[in-house]
């Protein structure tokens, strides 16, 4: 299936185009600036489009008023149709993000609320699942951007929707890929009940970052463990960045331990996602307020080659990696054993079959040389690679 292949690139489009921050009357054309974007997302690696909420809103997009209209601050279907036409025409998917959990306010059909605000915002009512106008609702708007092109849906806030509720709606009359935002909780159980491809791999981005800072790879190993047993179930999204946390750059203590963040994801198993930016070793801390988001979802130039240099580097890097993953694609399948372990050092053997990658990681300020045949002397803060063929 196309799913195993698929490395995305997501963008937050009303940032990345630099929308205004609410509503507006009249159309603004800026969806075809995405369009400026997409061979770099190909150089990158990357072989989909992960997109933000594109759907009219009040304000950040997941305040929907209609699922069916384009957001005027982006542009009308027309420009939407254009944009999945020329990325379908580069080989690349497009995914959307649905938010079917709460809407704005303003949304329509007040009957249809539960009551309450979703986890205390006061601009977004929850949706009653349980009604069948919802569900017959949801499952058209599914179907009708199906049939505009679209290959794959993030299901926003997932967590909070009964997974019951996915079997009753989701269309499966072509070959599209869902995948649920789910935070915590049992993530297996979920892809059982709800149906979907797909959840994302929160508990993963945690450790990744976390062991790394903390200098402790016990944290990675342990839940490297729970992440082969997900894989008995399904393929996890899998990321160490996205819309909604603390860019990479920042979060590290170290930056010279984005690459070994790196390393981790495009080595373990899942469908890897790379959040628009952090291949530019942007930074930006998202804060729990009003607009604590905005460093996060910035705005891009015009076109690629107006990016700052200083990024291009950590751009190579993910190429790099992007790399490794596309030759052995494989990896998406693949399981990973701990071979060495220490708080500063870890040997991680991604395999599936009699193919295998070997990822050593030392974030020591010392070199390191592993216990293991074949091996050579990492460097202080280093990572090595070693492949079956």
Not at 198 to 206: C, G, R
Request: aromatic share 12%; charged share 20%.
């Amino acid at each position: 299936m196309w799913p195993d292949h698929a490395i995305w690139w997501q963008l937050y489009p009303l940032g990345f185009t630099g929308a205004e921050p609410s509503a507006v009357p009249d159309v603004v054309h800026r969806l075809p600036q995405l369009e400026n974007w997409l061979d770099y997302a190909i150089n990158l690696g990357c072989s989909g489009l992960l997109l933000g909420p594109i759907f009219a809103s009040e304000t950040h997009g997941y305040d929907t008023i209609d699922h069916f209209r384009i957001d005027p601050r982006l542009g009308d279907e027309a420009d939407f149709d254009r944009l999945v036409e020329a990325a379908h025409a580069r080989g690349l998917r497009i995914a959307l993000d649905g938010v079917f959990n709460h809407v704005a306010r303003s949304f329509p059909h007040p009957e249809w609320f539960r009551g309450g605000f979703f986890e205390g915002h006061e601009h977004l009512l929850a949706l009653d699942h349980s009604n069948p106008e919802v569900a017959q609702y949801v499952g058209d708007v599914l179907r009708y951007w199906n049939d505009r092109g679209v290959d794959a849906w993030r299901l926003d806030a997932a967590y909070a929707v009964p997974p019951e509720f996915w079997g009753t709606v989701l269309p499966r009359d072509r070959d599209v890929w869902y995948f649920g935002e789910v935070i915590h909780g049992d993530y297996a159980a979920y892809v059982e009940k709800s149906g979907l491809d797909s959840v994302t791999q929160y508990e993963l981005w945690k450790a990744i970052w976390s062991s790394l800072n903390d200098r402790n790879f016990f944290e990675l190993s342990y839940a490297l463990g729970r992440h082969n047993a997900l894989l008995d179930t399904f393929v996890p999204q899998t990321f160490v960045g996205n819309h909604d946390v603390t860019r990479l750059a920042t979060r590290l203590s170290d930056e010279r331990h984005l690459a070994h963040a790196l390393a981790i994801l495009f080595i373990v198993g899942g469908v890897p996602s790379v959040y628009a930016g952090d291949e530019q070793a942007f930074r930006g801390l998202k804060e729990e307020r009003v607009g604590g988001d905005d460093a996060i979802r910035p705005a891009f130039p015009s076109e690629p080659d107006e990016l700052a240099s200083y990024g291009w580097p950590t751009y190579r890097l993910h190429q790099e990696l992007i790399g490794v993953r596309r030759r052995h694609p494989w990896l998406v399948r693949a399981r990973t054993t701990v071979e060495h372990l220490t708080n500063t050092a870890i040997a991680l053997r991604s395999a599936h079959g009699d193919e295998w990658v070997l990822l050593l990681l030392n974030v020591s300020d010392a070199d390191q040389r592993f216990p293991l045949a074949d091996t050579p002397v990492v460097p202080a803060n280093g990572w090595k690679f070693l492949t079956s063929s």
